[in-house]
């Protein structure tokens, strides 16, 4: 399995298990995700929820080498298996930490916003990449980022593709706190624990409010981000980006 769930008393540890490659998603990690979500929901005894990578990443984003070959019916499985994991994450009731170090980029990145909160190594980095492989952000990253920190600034994000370091996440409000690495996951685990001991009921109803209090919903956002995907994942740039990636040379895009 390259996605785990450890239990650990009354907080679960979801563990991104591929840290030879940067924990980098797999359709088969997204179906496993979605699954651990499900079951996660499910579990009464789980109140607080970790997400984690394994090694020096939290996750540098999709697999790129998966997505050769791509059809109408495979591209749209693809985005629905991201959405699933998204939504899963974004509506446990459960309080969810992610715990992120090193490369945190593309939908990698998106997971740990779809978290309730970010607890970040001083050596993370963000990076909103899919402009350079021909993709348009996945995973609800525009929708997240535009209300964390404003569509000016999200969009700016997402067309120069630059990596954020973790103190300037903090600073824009994309990252909770900002640790040294070796106290990182030390202090995810105390939080969680904090967490768990509290009045859970009262927490999920919070959540459920604040998601309520925002327009777009995230369903209807995924809703319309499916389409748009739908379209980009079927252009020339898109199909080009992906080979220069496998290719490991400079893109050429033209524009459709």
């Known amino acids: 399995?390259?996605?785990?769930?450890?239990?650990?008393?009354?907080v679960a540890h979801v563990v991104l298990a591929r840290p030879e490659r940067l924990n980098a998603l797999t359709p088969e990690m997204m179906e496993q995700l979605s699954a651990a979500t499900v079951a996660l929901q499910l579990d009464r005894d789980v109140r607080a929820v970790l997400l984690r990578g394994e090694g020096?990443?939290?996750?540098?984003?999709?697999?790129?080498?998966?997505?050769?070959?791509?059809?109408?019916?495979?591209?749209?499985?693809?985005i629905q298996r991201a959405h699933?994991?998204?939504?899963?994450?974004?509506?446990?009731?459960?309080?969810?930490?992610?715990?992120?170090?090193?490369?945190?980029?593309?939908?990698?990145?998106s997971l740990a916003l779809a978290c309730d909160?970010?607890?970040?190594?001083?050596?993370?980095?963000?990076?909103?990449?899919?402009?350079?492989?021909?993709l348009a952000p996945d995973g609800a990253a525009a929708y997240f980022l535009t209300?964390?920190?404003?569509?000016?600034?999200?969009?700016e994000l997402m067309m120069t593709a630059r990596m954020v370091p973790a103190e300037e996440?903090?600073?824009?409000?994309?990252?909770?706190?900002?640790?040294?690495?070796?106290?990182?996951?030390?202090?995810?685990?105390?939080?969680?624990?904090?967490?768990?001991?509290s009045a859970t009921f009262a927490l999920a109803v919070g959540k459920r409010m604040f998601r309520?209090?925002?327009?777009?919903?995230?369903?209807?956002?995924?809703?319309?981000?499916?389409?748009?995907?739908?379209?980009?994942?079927?252009?020339?740039?898109?199909?080009?980006?992906?080979a220069a990636f496998m290719e490991k040379r400079k893109p050429r895009f033209v524009g459709h």
């Open 147 to 155: 209300q964390y920190i404003g569509m000016l600034r999200a969009r």
């Open 117 to 134: 909160l970010i607890l970040a190594s001083d050596n993370a980095k963000f990076s909103l990449v899919f402009k350079k492989i021909g």
């Open 56 to 78: 020096r990443a939290f996750c540098a984003g999709a697999d790129v080498g998966t997505m050769q070959g791509l059809d109408v019916l495979s591209g749209r499985q693809r």
């Open 84 to 109: 699933r994991v998204i939504a899963g994450l974004a509506n446990l009731d459960k309080p969810v930490i992610a715990v992120v170090r090193g490369a945190t980029v593309g939908v990698g990145w």
């Open 169 to 197: 996440g903090r600073q824009l409000g994309l990252v909770n706190e900002v640790l040294p690495d070796e106290q990182l996951d030390a202090r995810a685990v105390a939080l969680a624990e904090e967490l768990a001991e």
């Open 1 to 10: 399995m390259t996605v785990r769930i450890e239990r650990h008393g009354a």
């Open 212 to 242: 309520n209090a925002t327009q777009p919903s995230l369903e209807a956002f995924l809703d319309y981000e499916a389409q748009a995907q739908n379209l980009v994942l079927h252009s020339d740039d898109r199909k080009e980006g992906v």
